[in-house]
């Protein structure tokens, strides 16, 4: 049964955008933030070791940054007494102030630079900018996207272009409510690949990449809230765990490539309840790898595809 608190906070959402709403949201088209950080080493030595990887030591100067791991860094850190009731920062600043409380990373397209690579103690610059807020009626309510591109420069220049797509969804209508949200139907991911790795997602796994990245959203650490206020049967795996896991499935398959370009798609939400799988497969040329994962019944959870150098 769902307490009163936790009724409340589930009840004070808006499922509906008004005109002006969406007029006031898009005002945020064009804002740009700049931050500036140090490729140091010890998220790098933490990533690894969360990977369950037997890397070397990392060398400032020499170890070249993994693809993805800059998420490890400009990260936000706001006071405590901005924190708001999901453990993300208080809607506004950079990002428009979207009263829908559910913020996922739906998805995103990234390429880097191969005569400018990212190098761990690298001082480093990341320009955003909002490049779109775009509205949609769902089954279940208004969805938002927010689209953000993202350059990161090194001391020699550009390194790494990323578009990053978020999507704000509503409140979930529980069916102790009298109502439920539609769930859409599932998709049956490939069984066979050339390249695959199962992953159990455990508690201390979401909790090692929340703290490495500085992550206080409440849906990957606290049960109670993720199950009763937002509605899910477990904890979340980070989307941006799993797009890393998948990267690091072509880094262990072919450790001398270098990847250009990394594209890929949140499809359904994993839970830490039961393992789940990654799968690559190589085209013919070796090129590219067509990259996906599923959960325990199958369902394809994230798609992409990654081009070779």
Request: charged letters at 20%; a positive charge.
């Given at each position: 049964m769902l307490t009163q608190p936790l009724l409340k906070m589930m009840n004070n959402d808006t499922r509906?955008?008004?005109?002006?709403?969406?007029?006031h949201l898009q005002e945020w088209v064009g804002r740009t933030e700049t931050l500036d950080d140090e490729l140091s080493a010890a998220p790098v030595r933490g990533l690894s070791a969360t990977l369950d990887r037997a890397d070397a030591p990392p060398v400032a100067g020499s170890t070249v940054l993994?693809?993805?791991?800059?998420w490890l860094y400009f990260l936000p850190q706001h006071r405590q007494s901005e924190i708001g009731a999901d453990g993300h920062a208080?809607?506004?600043?950079?990002?428009?102030?979207?009263?829908?409380?559910r913020r996922m990373w739906?998805?995103?397209?990234?390429?880097?630079?191969?005569?400018?690579?990212?190098?761990?103690g690298d001082a480093v610059r990341r320009i955003s900018r909002i490049e779109s807020v775009t509205h949609k009626a769902g089954r279940s309510g208004d969805l938002l996207f927010v689209l953000v591109k993202h350059e990161v420069h090194n001391t020699t220049g550009l390194a790494l272009t990323e578009e990053h797509d978020i999507v704000y969804r509503a409140a979930v209508q529980a069916p102790t409510l009298g109502t439920g949200d539609p769930v859409p139907p599932p998709l049956a991911a490939e069984q066979l690949a050339a390249w695959q790795r199962e992953i159990v997602p455990d508690d201390v796994l979401l909790f090692r990449y929340s703290a490495l990245t500085f992550n206080g959203h409440?849906?990957?650490?606290?049960?109670?809230?993720?199950?009763e206020v937002e509605g899910y049967p477990g904890l979340i795996v980070h989307g941006p765990l799993i797009a890393t896991l998948l990267i690091d499935l072509v880094r262990r398959h072919a450790p001398q490539a270098f990847i250009r370009r990394f594209d890929f798609?949140?499809?359904?939400?994993?839970?830490?309840?039961?393992?789940?799988?990654?799968?690559?497969?190589p085209s013919e040329d070796g090129r590219s790898v067509r990259l996906w994962a599923?959960?325990?019944?199958?369902?394809?959870t994230m798609q992409g595809s990654a081009e070779l150098a």
């Open positions: 509906t955008l008004d005109a002006t709403t969406l007029s993994p693809p993805l791991w800059h208080r809607r506004g600043g950079f990002l428009p102030p979207v009263p829908l409380p739906a998805g995103g397209r990234l390429q880097w630079l191969a005569e400018n690579p990212l190098r761990v409440r849906i990957h650490y606290d049960r109670r809230y993720v199950t798609k949140a499809v359904r939400p994993t839970f830490d309840l039961h393992p789940f799988r990654l799968s690559g497969q599923q959960d325990h019944e199958g369902w394809l």
